[in-house]
């Protein structure tokens, strides 16, 4: 079972994420490939899909929304799960899935759709996200949920058929 793994991803949390995923199903026995959206011109030679976008004012980063519109006919034909990563806090915020998350999981006809918590670094941001960031009030902290993020990872190891080895990073 070969799988791709693309996130999109504006100062490297959602990478992280994207990484922590492959790294995951590697150690379940999946051949699992990280890459950027932009480096993915077909699906050739892959069996399933994981992609996932950091979301800023409520929707997904444009080289993933780019990645679904030009490979959508070959994401239907495989399965594909979707991932968001962006609220922050404790609970984070937002609760609500991002604006485009139901057009993404329509479009890339996925099984599913799971929003991770993120990480704000004020010190990474530009002018003009520091400004939305002190409007909205964000609090700065890295909030991702590795447990969440690994059982996610084992929930799609397991619908692939992949073998029941303990997981995390292949060694």
Do not use: C, N
């Amino acid at each position: 079972m070969r799988a791709l793994v693309v996130a999109a991803s504006r100062h490297g949390s959602t990478a992280g994420i994207a990484t922590a995923i492959a790294e995951w199903l590697r150690g379940r026995g999946v051949v699992a490939v990280r890459a950027e959206p932009e480096e993915v011109s077909d699906l050739v030679g892959v069996d399933a899909v994981v992609l996932g976008s950091a979301v800023y004012a409520a929707h997904w980063l444009a080289p993933a929304k780019s990645l679904v519109e030009r490979l959508g006919d070959e994401l239907a034909e495989r399965p594909v799960w979707l991932f968001s990563s962006g609220p922050v806090g404790d609970p984070p915020k937002p609760a609500e899935e991002p604006a485009d998350a139901g057009a993404m999981v329509q479009a890339a006809h996925a099984r599913g759709h799971h929003v991770f918590a993120g990480k704000l670094d004020k010190t990474t941001l530009g002018a003009g996200e520091r400004a939305i960031v002190r409007v909205l009030r964000a609090p700065e902290g890295d909030f991702r949920d590795w447990p969440e993020v690994e059982a996610w990872a084992d929930e799609i190891a397991d619908a692939l058929g992949a073998g029941t080895g303990a997981g995390g990073p292949a060694t």
